[in-house]
Each structure stands twice: as structure tokens, then as C-alpha cells.
């Protein structure tokens, strides 16, 4: 069955520094894949998008990078601050000829930037 | 900033009753979804939505959950007889069009089953 998979651990990181967040899957090829942060009791808000035949994407402090032979994201925040600490979900199209939009999440990976 | 919007925050319920979890989606966006997050674990997919019918749902969605868009902006969830394991929060979502799209998800309604 697919399966996706982030780091479990809390990433704990000093501002200013980047951080980076790993997202595995397996038993999977899927036509895109996202990115999201979570605040506590809060809805996820969408970050990234990067789709199978694009290497990398990058937004602002936010870079995205695909490898569908690794079948492996990284997601990078470069020049971390405080406001980033926040949990980053994975997220996958549900199939690879997905038709109903479902995304398929990861546990998410909790981020923590100490000033 | 155009936002999804639910209610109620917070929903307090007795085992075996009904309840109504409602979202209004962003305007001009076509497609519509329900995830729920059992706290401390994944976000999980129950349905999507689209012209006025289920696209797709999850083995969760069974014949207890129903949606509809009952007039031109609410989106309802409706759990006909809630079970202790539906305590979660629910999160309305929507996206302009379905495939390869960025999914814009609510505050969420907490549910708490007792």
C-alpha cells in the first residue's frame, strides 16, 4: 500500500539557519506533491506545489526539491526565524490518474526556530 | 483574502446523535472536500465533491457520513449517528479546479463525542 513517510522527530534549529524537512514515499508515483504548514488547532495552509517532471520549485525562503527516482522531497527554509516554527506537512495526489483530488498526507514533520 | 470559513468551532455531542458540520468554500472554486485529524495523528481524506456529487471517497466515509451543498455557498457534513471514534477535527477544503490544484482548507470544527 502507499505509503508516506516524514521525519517523526521535531527538528529543532537556531534562527537563521535553514531547515530541512525530508518527505519519503513508497509504493507510489505521484503526479504531484505538496507542501503545507499547521499551526496548532488550526486547518492546514498550502506552500508549495512541485509537480513529477519538475526538479525544483522555490518560493521566497522556500525551496522544494522532487526526486521521483529517490521517491524523496526536501523542503528547505533558508534564514529561519521564530515564525516558522509550525508543523510541515507532505502531502501526495491520491493516485497517479487521481480523479477526485483526494491528498494523501504525512504525519508531518514539527519545526521549531529557537531566537 | 478570500477564506474558507466553518462552523461551528467546537461541537460537543452525545454518542448516537446527528450532527451538521458546516463550511461555506471559497466563491469561485468548483471542487470541495472533508478531511478529519484524530488529534496527534494524520490528516485523513473522507470525500470530495464536485457539480453536485461525491467524486470520491475513503473507506472512513461509510454509509453514516453524507454531503451536500445545500444552496449556492454551504457545504455540509452530516455524521447521522456519531460514534466515540468520530471525535476529531474536521476541515472543510476547497480548490478551484481538481487536478495538480492547491487545496484551501478552513479553521476546522472540533468534534468531541462523549
Known amino acids: 500500500s502507499q505509503k508516506i513517510e516524514q521525519n517523526s522527530e521535531a527538528l529543532n534549529i537556531q534562527e537563521g539557519k535553514t531547515a530541512t524537512l525530508t518527505c519519503n514515499y513508497t509504493n507510489y508515483s505521484p503526479a504531484y506533491l505538496q507542501w503545507y504548514r499547521q499551526d496548532p488547532g488550526r486547518g492546514p495552509v498550502f506552500l508549495l506545489l512541485?509537480?513529477?517532471?519538475?526538479k525544483e520549485k522555490r518560493k521566497e525562503r522556500l525551496k522544494v526539491t522532487f526526486d521521483t527516482t529517490l521517491k524523496q522531497s526536501l523542503f528547505h527554509i533558508t534564514a529561519s526565524q521564530p515564525a516558522d516554527s509550525a508543523t510541515y506537512l507532505c502531502a501526495l495526489d491520491g493516485q497517479g490518474d487521481n480523479q477526485g483530488g483526494k491528498l494523501i498526507f504525512g504525519q508531518g514533520t514539527e519545526l521549531s526556530v529557537k531566537p | 483574502e478570500p477564506e474558507v470559513t466553518q462552523t461551528p468551532s467546537h461541537q460537543v455531542t452525545q454518542m448516537g446523535q446527528e450532527v451538521i458540520l458546516r463550511c461555506v468554500p471559497i466563491?469561485?472554486?468548483?471542487?470541495f472536500y472533508w478531511y478529519r485529524q484524530i488529534l496527534g495523528q494524520k490528516v485523513e481524506f473522507l470525500v470530495s465533491?464536485?457539480?453536485?456529487?461525491?467524486?470520491?471517497k475513503s473507506e472512513i466515509f461509510d454509509d453514516q457520513f453524507s454531503v451536500e451543498r445545500p444552496d449556492g455557498s454551504n457545504f455540509t457534513l452530516k455524521i447521522r449517528s456519531t460514534k466515540l471514534e468520530d471525535s476529531a477535527m474536521y476541515f472543510c477544503?476547497?480548490?478551484?479546479?481538481?487536478?495538480?490544484?492547491?487545496?484551501?482548507f478552513g479553521p476546522g470544527t472540533r468534534l468531541t463525542v462523549t
Open positions: 466563491s469561485n472554486h468548483l471542487y
Open positions: 465533491f464536485y457539480n453536485n456529487e461525491i467524486s470520491e
Open positions: 477544503a476547497s480548490s478551484e479546479g481538481l487536478r495538480v490544484e492547491e487545496q484551501y
Open positions: 512541485i509537480r513529477e517532471n519538475e
